[in-house]
């Protein structure tokens, strides 16, 4: 990923018009993570997901760390995943904006983290809009949930089920609901 790349350019949080120039690359991107996708998720095992899910975001998925298939995501190259972290069935990763997951996090099933939006106003609406989201230390993300783009989650921080993370979570809190609120602090 070079520094002008589309990539590089999408993850120092610039505006992409889906005309850009350089856009094709994001669309070549997509299709290898496809094909290797569809082999992830006939994967008869964690340590065959874990080996193809390493060739999808281009580093070595520590041994301590599991997930269980489906797992989708459009690029994955962006995706960092810690020690001793746990995915569970059908979470879904949209990564161009990056998305970082630290040591120790759960992550329950059908949970949805994304790191990119578009503008609202109509005539630049077919833009990208990155935004990097980080799940730190020993967080814990409910079935359903759903992180958008520019969210931190604290350290030790529970997202309940069904929950829509707006705004970064604070360490040490739980949070729940549409939006995503704080109902209770720990330790």
Request: glycine share 8%; charged share 20%.
């Amino acid at each position: 990923m070079g520094k002008n790349s589309i990539f590089h350019r999408l993850r120092k949080g610039e505006i992409i018009p889906m005309d850009d120039p350089d856009y094709s690359e994001i669309r070549e991107a997509v299709n290898q993570t496809l094909k290797l996708s569809a082999r992830l998720n006939v994967a008869s095992d964690v340590d065959e997901i874990r080996e193809i899910l390493s060739r999808i975001i281009g580093s070595p998925v520590d041994a301590s760390t599991t997930v269980f298939a489906p797992f989708h995501t459009n690029i994955g190259r962006n995706i960092v995943l810690g020690k001793r972290v746990f995915i569970n069935h059908a979470c879904s990763f949209l990564d161009l904006g990056g998305i970082t997951i630290e040591d120790d996090v759960m992550i329950g099933p059908r949970v949805n983290i994304t790191s990119e939006n578009h503008p609202v106003d109509i005539p630049t609406r077919k833009s990208m809009v990155p935004a990097e989201v980080i799940i730190r230390n020993n967080a814990w993300i409910g079935a359903g949930a759903t992180i958008l783009p520019g969210v931190t989650v604290g350290s030790n921080s529970v997202v309940a089920a069904g929950a829509l993370v707006n705004k970064d979570v604070h360490p040490n809190t739980v949070v729940a609901g549409v939006p995503a609120r704080v109902i209770r602090e720990m330790g």
